[in-house]
């Protein structure tokens, strides 16, 4: 278990609307926070996300759970003034470092019987346009060796939409990844914790009734829902 982070509020919109305070680290609403109830798994696998600094004040953002829900993972932010990106550990002879990128022509990422050195997943965290450019101007990213998933199925995220159903969130490719890696209890259980964080906020929006969130509200006045501030 481990102690929650302190709060934040979210910059208002270009529409003026209430807003309500967050968690700095789960980004649920304070009375949603699923931070203390999650017991953060230490695997073999590190995992570095590199975040695009347009996605850092999104609430719907789901790359922020890596380092809620993983003991061995960073979260790290690309594009900020005069905070330069931490590339360490990107380049690491020790360790297997791989780029979780969908490029036409990437292996599928798989285990290596032929490499014994643990795994470094690096995960780009933005849209696909804001992906593309982090890989292509952040050297240690352009030249890292990509791999890709396999064909899985649709995404549970439901907070964005995207064209494309074979897109998934940030998480869910890091939780698909590490059950390539680590095992499929791993996945399921990382699934689990994304299922609770989308479904408090579809709540907090209106868009799914208390009984259906996964493990329920966290206490009862829970049930009185924050102003919908949520950043789609």
């Given at each position: 278990?481990?102690?929650v982070p302190?709060a934040?509020?979210l910059?208002p ?5 209430p ?7 789960c ?6 926070c699923?931070?203390a ?9 590190r995992?570095i ?6 996605e850092?004040g ?16 960073d979260?790290?932010i ?8 931490d ?14 990128y969908?490029?036409?022509?990437a ?13 470094t997943l690096v ?7 804001q ?22 199925p ?8 995207h ?9 869910e490719?890091?939780a698909?990844?590490?059950?390539i890696?680590?095992?499929?209890a791993?996945q399921?259980?990382l ?6 964080f989308v479904?408090r906020t579809?709540w ?9 969130v ?8 829970a ?5 919908s501030?949520?950043?789609?």
């Amino acid at each position: 278990m481990r102690d929650v982070p302190r709060a934040f509020t979210l910059r208002p919109m270009a529409r003026s609307r209430p807003t309500a305070a967050r968690c700095a680290g789960c980004g649920l609403h304070i009375q949603l926070c699923m931070c203390a109830a999650v017991d953060p798994l230490a695997l073999t696998t590190r995992v570095i996300v590199v975040q695009h600094s347009t996605e850092s004040g999104r609430s719907s953002n789901s790359g922020r759970l890596a380092p809620l829900c993983l003991t061995h993972a960073d979260l790290r932010i690309r594009g900020l003034p005069h905070a330069p990106l931490d590339r360490s550990g990107l380049v690491d002879r020790a360790r297997r470092v791989v780029l979780l990128y969908p490029l036409p022509g990437a292996p599928v990422l798989a285990p290596d019987p032929a490499d014994d050195r643990p795994v470094t997943l690096v995960v780009p965290d933005g849209n696909w346009r804001q992906a593309r450019k982090l890989v292509q101007r952040e050297p240690a990213l352009r030249d890292a060796r990509k791999v890709r998933l396999p064909a899985g199925p649709p995404s549970r995220y439901r907070l964005r939409r995207h064209p494309d159903p074979t897109f998934i969130s940030t998480f869910e490719a890091i939780a698909r990844a590490l059950g390539i890696l680590e095992g499929p209890a791993v996945q399921r259980r990382l699934e689990h914790w994304f299922d609770v964080f989308v479904e408090r906020t579809l709540w907090t929006r209106g868009d799914l009734p208390a009984h259906a969130v996964t493990g329920g509200l966290p206490a009862p006045g829970a049930d009185a829902r924050p102003p919908s501030d949520d950043a789609r």
